[in-house]
């Protein structure tokens, strides 16, 4: 039976069960999750429905036209697993590419066809259906289908996401015919949107989905589209494309095993941060409490300078064990605490692309996915026959040196272009065990405001012991080395933003930082919860 805990106080809205629960940034999609563990379906299976019914409902945030991380607690080996479905850049891609005139035209990178990267998304969903599903594609695929064919009601978030980028969309022939009337206004929220190109698609990827998107006849017209366009993206980049299983990385946090996917994921610098919080440098503090915020922001910073050695590992080696390693914590939290530094204030962006979701099913397994198409409908183009919204996954790479992408996040030269390659990514799904089974899930979306958004939530839920929906509502703040400015959501009592300033904080007050899903689990206990501050669904049985 489901308890639905919509109305509390802290407007998080979360839901009890007892066997299984699915919390996603849509409560279509979530359904759509149970639906299949209720025929039967593991979380895997849940976790595939759940992705292409969220690339339908929230098609501004994800889709087949992007790329994620799925993090897998499988509850026959009591082990993790984590698979990379990251976009590549395709292989005519070079370090230089948006250089024009001699300086750098990061535009290039953020819409249009230069923008978009190889996707991973169908070939991530097929490898994790293979390894570990009990279903087909097509059954997965269906609830997804019947959404785009028959029609959904547009949540309020994508109606924000249709209105913000109506200027630039609304000459999409694919995009006007999806989410603009017949007199050419973008609908609103409650309107109903049929996505058919998109639901022939998915009907037609069938049960042998990657032979279709990445060798087939959809290859072909993607490719066919991208060379008109004079995009990069071939049909060899396509059929090139494979996912990569990885080992996620581990933390012992107090009585917890926290883990997280490594790079090209950021959740080794969430787990850095947590690490550098050690086991008893917040006693005594209060969650809200100044001198924890304090501690919580220069060691963000310091996460964030560290991040700067993140990137692709088939490129660059990532000295992950030291990152994480005790002798660099404690030094990372001393230079932390004594830091120094000059750099220029812009303003940080948090447009909420991206979708996460989590889910626990009925044997116990736990599927935690973080997928994107970046920015808001990505290079804002869309394959019109095919319903495809492409990603604007290369503005995650280093575009040139000293130059902020959409996040304002300043790339490094190991995050750098290079054919083939994973841009960088924030998205940092996290599992924590307890005695060997799992006890928390979270992740989140909004740029580098995920990485700070799953570490404040799990830092709640694992140190502060709050429940879930009060963990996912209490205020935020985001810090990111660069700029050198503290965000803090405007739910922040007064007093305590004061205090901050008091210290000599550089505070800027914005309505909302990302948003982050959890479930706390224990045995016949499962209590989900999702994030208000982009609205979602949290159903179990
Ligand atoms: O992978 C990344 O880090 C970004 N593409 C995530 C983008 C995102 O979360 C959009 N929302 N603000």
Redesign the pocket.
Known sequence: MVVLLAALSHAAAAAESRHAMVVAEGDLAARAGLEIIERGGNAVDAAAAVSLALGVTNSG?CGIGGGGFMLIYWAKTGKLYGLDY?ERAPAAASATMYIRDGKPAEELARTGPLAVAVPGEIAGLDAALRRFGTMRFSEVAAPAIKLARSGFPLSPHMARDISLTAPAIAHDPGFRAVFFNAGGSPLKAGDTVYDRNLAVLMQRLGDEPVESFYHGEVAAEIAAYMKDRGGLLTAQDLAGYTPVWRDPIHLAHHNYDVYSMPPPS?GGVVLEILGMFGPSHMEGLGVDSPPYLAQLIELMRQGFVDRDRYADPAFVTVPIAWLLSAAHLAQARADALHHQNGLAPTAA??????SNFAIVDKAGNVVDV?T?I???FGAQIMVPALGLILNN?M??FSVAPGVPNA?KLIGAKTNEIAPGKR?????SPLIALRHGRPAFVAGG??????ITGVLQVTLDSLDFDLDPERAVAEPRIHHQAAPDMVFVESSMPTPTTNELRRMGYNIRLVPEL?AVNAIRIAPGDLRGAFDHRKGGGAVGD
Do not use: Q
């Open positions: 945030s990251r950021s962006a948090h447009d909420h692309g991206t973080t994107t970046n920015t808001i996954e503005d995650d996040f841009p960088l990514s924030s998205m979306s909004g740029g580098p405001t995920i990302g």
